[in-house]
């Protein structure tokens, strides 16, 4: 069982920045044999893919919308992963979830990772 809890939402204007944060619990609990993974939905809209990265760390990938502008990273020893958020756009209002995938290869579908966080709402002002 894993437990995974979202912090570091809120209201910025467009062009601004935020930091996403997902703090990883469990017992038993191995943080570096997960694949980790930001999704996102908006209002009336399907839960998307934002960002994922492997298991080790060493491959980060990203949907479209979110290249050049977004970064994921993790941090092993604190049980933490992260989404560096800049220029940020209206369009990227949404809560923000965190999910961790068992799967021993990369994957963006939202039916792959069994545990999510709460979310964390993130607001863009034009």
């Known amino acids: 069982q894993v437990q995974l809890v979202e912090s570091g939402g809120g209201l910025v204007q467009a062009g601004g920045s935020l930091r996403l944060s997902c703090a990883a619990s469990g017992r038993p609990f191995t943080f570096g044999s997960y694949v980790m993974g930001w999704f996102r939905q908006a209002p009336r809209n399907e839960r998307e893919f934002v960002a994922g990265i492997s298991w080790n760390g060493a491959y980060a990938y990203y949907a479209e919308s979110a290249k050049g502008r977004f970064t994921i990273s993790r941090d092993t020893a604190k049980n933490t992963i992260y989404l560096q958020m800049n220029d940020l756009k209206p369009a990227d209002t949404a809560v923000y979830y965190c999910?961790?995938?068992?799967?021993?290869?990369?994957?963006?579908?939202?039916?792959?990772?069994?545990?999510w966080g709460q979310g964390t709402q993130v607001t863009v002002s034009s």
């Open positions: 999910a961790a995938s068992s799967l021993s290869s990369t994957t963006i579908q939202a039916g792959d990772f069994g545990s």
